[in-house]
């Protein structure tokens, strides 16, 4: 779904609770008489089950998309293993082939990326542009943050992941 | 190297009383309970949940020294405060303390054998770590006559590199090269060290890839590396295996002839791990 530039993807865990709900309201509705007199405020209610995660979806997306071209101005193409805990708040670019994905399911996708030198964890706090998979060639651009805010290894907090073209490869 | 070894073995200990009382408190107050209860005294049966509520904070501390964190053991106090907080009968309270006392000590050897040893953390802002120590005093010998400004020029250049201050690295390394009249020997490979660290600075800081031609050290120069540069597969590789030697010359020089820079390096020392190990 596209809402002006944005595309905006709901999660499935959102799909679910919405598709859980309605036919929750749907039983309940058929066997009781006082839910049947409150739908007017009950379905209102269910939809906006739907309306909030991409109203969210929405924000989250149009504010990364204004920070794509800051964060591309300032990263520094780096390793892997060059980001250590001394480099907190760095914007930084990694090359690296996808290992690992999760939580795609919630809209919070979580990378494991990897180059020759090493791997990282790159969290992202909203969907990316593009369907990521494991073992595409990816590059990403984020900031280097803990891994719990103020504890915990260095891992990157993603604005932007993209998949690294074959032409682009060849290029180099 | 002694003194390394005791801090840890020290450490080690330390943290096995540690976890060795996260079973006994959890499962001994609750015990002690059972009897002052047998024994006729009805006391309330929520005050013998100190034993698991302090259980949960040796955990969540043995969590946090760690640098692997376990976000499931540092919550554990908080999850005790949920359970324990309400005030239980006898039956009820006994089944949650020993459950309870169960899921802690399952928690703790969780935390042991997925989250790794926690003396790495403990040690490496007091001391160097073996491998690196092993790796200073074998290069100190040669670089003993370095002057301490050389020496604290390679400190920053180090510091600002691993901070990602990769232009103010490359100026200061340029600095430091210009003020080497001597270009001999040892003083050449420093000198080529932080050739090669402004050069690597320069292009990350405009992210340019690998240029064709690039700076490496000289076979005879092998000897004071300390990741054998023969290793190298290919020329990407050979490439940035002489950064990670000029770094690790860096910080050795600067560790060997500036002590006041001590702790900023030992600040980077998890970096530098990474540089040695990789």
């Known amino acids: ?172 | 190297m002694t003194r390394i070894k005791t801090t840890i073995q020290s450490d080690r200990k330390k943290q096995r009383y540690l976890e060795l009382a996260i079973p006994i408190f959890s499962f001994g107050v609750t015990l002690i309970g059972v009897l002052v209860w047998m024994m006729g005294f009805e006391i309330n049966f929520q005050f013998f949940a100190f034993g698991c509520v302090i259980s949960s904070c040796i955990l969540a501390y043995l969590a946090w020294i760690r640098p692997k964190k376990d976000i499931v053991a540092l919550s554990t106090p908080i999850y005790a405060f949920i359970f324990f907080v309400v005030p239980t009968d006898y039956v009820s309270g006994l089944t949650l303390q020993i459950l309870y006392a169960v899921s802690i000590t399952l928690l703790l050897l969780r935390l042991k054998y997925r989250f790794g040893s926690a003396h790495t953390e403990v040690s490496l802002r007091k001391e160097l770590a073996s491998p690196l120590k092993i790796y200073i005093e074998k290069a100190s010998g040669s670089f003993a006559g370095i002057s301490p400004d050389t020496a604290h020029d390679a400190a920053v250049v180090f510091v600002q590199f691993a901070h990602g201050e990769y232009r103010e690295a490359a100026r200061r390394a340029v600095a430091a090269v210009i003020g080497q009249v001597d270009d001999v020997g040892e003083v050449a490979t420093l000198v080529r060290a932080f050739s090669i660290v402004k050069e690597h600075s320069l292009l990350i800081d405009k992210s340019l890839p690998r240029p064709l031609t690039y700076e490496v050290f000289r076979p005879e120069e092998y000897g004071l590396l300390a990741k054998p540069q023969l290793l190298a597969l290919d020329d990407d590789h050979e490439f940035f295996i002489a950064l990670d030697n000029a770094l690790l010359l860096l910080f050795s020089v600067a560790w060997t002839n500036s002590e006041a820079d001590r702790p900023h390096l030992l600040a980077c020392q998890a970096f530098v791990l990474k540089l040695l190990n990789a």
């Not at chain 1, 049947?36 to 998309?65: C, D, E, G, H, K």
Request: with cysteine; aromatic share 10%.
């Open chain 1, 1 to 172: 779904m596209k809402i002006g530039n944005v595309e905006v993807k709901v999660s499935i865990l959102s799909i679910g609770v919405f598709v859980f709900f309605t036919f929750f309201l749907i039983v309940a509705s058929v066997y009781s008489p006082d839910v049947r007199s409150n739908l007017i405020w009950m379905i209102p209610v269910l939809f906006m089950l739907l309306v909030i995660p991409v109203a969210l979806n929405y924000m989250s997306r149009s504010q990364y998309a204004e920070l794509e071209p800051e964060y591309e101005r300032q990263a520094k193409t780096v390793r892997i293993k060059l980001i250590n805990e001394n480099m907190i708040g760095k914007i930084v670019r990694i090359e690296g082939v996808v290992e690992r994905v999760h939580f795609q399911f919630l809209n919070r996708p979580q990378y494991s990326v990897a180059d020759r030198s090493g791997a990282i964890s790159v969290k992202m706090f909203t969907s990316p542009d593009e369907n990521i998979k494991v073992n595409d060639l990816v590059v990403v651009l984020g900031q280097v943050i803990r891994r719990y805010i103020a504890t915990g290894d260095p891992v990157v907090n993603c604005v932007s992941i993209r998949k690294k073209s074959a032409d682009s490869t060849t290029d180099e």
